[in-house]
């Protein structure tokens, strides 16, 4: 049997899962390289820069974790942006969402640095996340794009809070929130 033929979409599931096993400060080459089962050269061969690797892959995590969200949440829509933000910050408080997390809080930490490439992929990530939250709001709320942008903040500052060990703070803002 001859090995599978490495492509960018083959590479990417193996590249994801070390990133998400060891973060980003062990995302250089030759360490990823050898999480895929090749070299560094093949995978500048296949995505062009270090910069433009790491964009896809944070890219590609970004989806597997709109994906397990998607698995994760229950199937009707919010019935408001209260509820959509409560629920959101308690499915993403469950183990399976931890190697996310660190992954994300490497890249604020990459972005209060001003690195181009972090900050780009940020921006691509939280487009995805926002798109998601949209969608699970209720189907009446007047202003989708406001309560979505509305409530990944609160999400993001509940997951900051979390995260410092200030989970309470967290739980009693996201009670405080108007319905």
Not at 37 to 65: N, P
Not at 144 to 151: F, K, L, S
Request: a negative charge; charged letters at 20%.
């Amino acid at each position: 049997m001859s090995p599978a033929r490495l492509t960018r979409e083959t590479l990417l599931p193996l590249l994801a899962a070390h990133v998400l096993q060891n973060g980003l400060a062990d995302a250089s080459l030759r360490p990823l390289a050898k999480a895929a089962g090749t070299s560094d050269r093949m995978l500048i061969y296949h995505f062009g820069t270090k910069d433009a690797l790491v964009a896809a892959v944070l890219e590609y995590l970004a989806g597997m974790f709109a994906t397990a969200l998607g698995t994760a949440f229950p199937k009707d829509r919010s019935t408001s942006r209260r509820a959509c933000a409560q629920t959101v910050y308690a499915v993403t408080g469950e183990s399976q969402f931890a190697p996310f997390f660190r992954v994300w809080w490497d890249i604020v930490a990459g972005c209060s640095d001003d690195n181009a490439a972090y900050l780009d992929a940020a921006g691509r990530i939280m487009d995805v996340l926002l798109a998601w939250v949209v969608d699970h709001l209720p189907a009446d709320d007047p202003d989708p794009q406001a309560g979505g942008r509305a409530v990944l903040t609160v999400i993001e500052g509940a997951q900051m809070l979390r995260a410092v060990g200030r989970g309470d703070f967290a739980q009693a803002a996201l009670a405080a929130l108007e319905g």
